[in-house]
């Protein structure tokens, strides 16, 4: 740390999610030490990167297969637990073994040019002075939306998605809201793309010539940008 409090080092590894790792183990066999030459940011509370946020029955079994980080497999797994616990110990084991230190939670939150040449980044651990910035952020913290007619007044059931509450499914309802919540799984299961909105204009274009879509709803072809007919 220099006299101003800021800290600096050659690299910072934003992100310890398989990319973040694999740059941090290369950086090491490259004859990096960690927190001298390089430091390891990340700002989650534990390991694994975007993997603990899967939701439970996602088994390890279930996966399409994990690309191994390098300098160590990931055998002998039990198929049948969630992918979350077993892909967030690997990630553990593996920094670990390595000595990685990633420094959690700490959230990098801007990066822009120092006056005299290294980059600053300013994270809720301090300022970090620094010649590269590995961004191994990944896609899952802001996720792109793209742009859908109508999307501007869709709503999505108020609440957290079912994967974040692993009881919610068999939480006993009232009456009422049973039947509303087994007819709009029926509807959802019968049209997965159709949701319901107030009318919008539709696309550009000449009036279509088949049977249109119901006013109010957005289908499968209008997410694709043709403004057709849904299944
Ligand atoms: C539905 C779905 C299923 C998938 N299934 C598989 C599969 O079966 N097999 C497979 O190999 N891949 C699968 N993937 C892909 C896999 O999840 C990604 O390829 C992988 O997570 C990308 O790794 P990453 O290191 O780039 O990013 P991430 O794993 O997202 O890691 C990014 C890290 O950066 C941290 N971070 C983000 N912003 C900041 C910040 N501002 N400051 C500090 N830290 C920050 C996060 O906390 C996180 O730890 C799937 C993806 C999806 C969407």
Do not use: C
Request: aromatic share 8%; no cysteine; glycine share 12%.
């Amino acid at each position: 740390m220099n006299n101003i409090g800021v800290r600096e080092t050659e690299v910072v590894v934003a992100g310890a999610g398989q990319a973040g790792l694999a740059a941090a183990f290369h950086l090491r066999r490259a004859g990096y030490e960690p927190d001298r030459d390089f430091v390891v940011l990340d700002h989650a509370p534990r390991p694994g990167g975007a993997w603990p946020f899967r939701w439970p029955t996602l088994t390890y079994g279930k996966v399409h297969g994990m690309h191994a980080l390098p300098g160590m497999e990931l055998t002998g797994a039990d198929p049948d637990r969630p992918s979350s616990k077993v892909i967030g110990a690997y990630f553990g084991t593996y920094e670990r073994t390595f000595g990685l230190r990633v420094h959690r939670p700490v959230d990098v939150r801007t990066v822009r040019d120092g006056a005299d040449g290294p980059l600053l980044l300013e994270t809720s651990e301090g300022t970090y002075a620094t010649r590269a910035l590995v961004n191994a952020t990944g896609t899952w913290d802001r996720p792109f939306w793209p742009r859908f007619p109508g999307q501007e007044v869709f709503t999505r059931r108020p609440g957290p998605p079912p994967h974040v509450q692993p009881h919610h499914r068999n939480r006993r309802l009232p009456a009422g809201r049973r039947t509303r919540r087994r007819r709009d799984q029926n509807r959802r299961r019968r049209h997965p793309l159709r949701h319901r909105l107030p009318p919008h204009p539709g696309p550009p274009g000449p009036a279509p010539t088949e049977r249109a879509p119901a006013a109010g709803t957005v289908t499968s072809a209008h997410l694709r940008g043709g403004g057709g007919q849904d299944a």
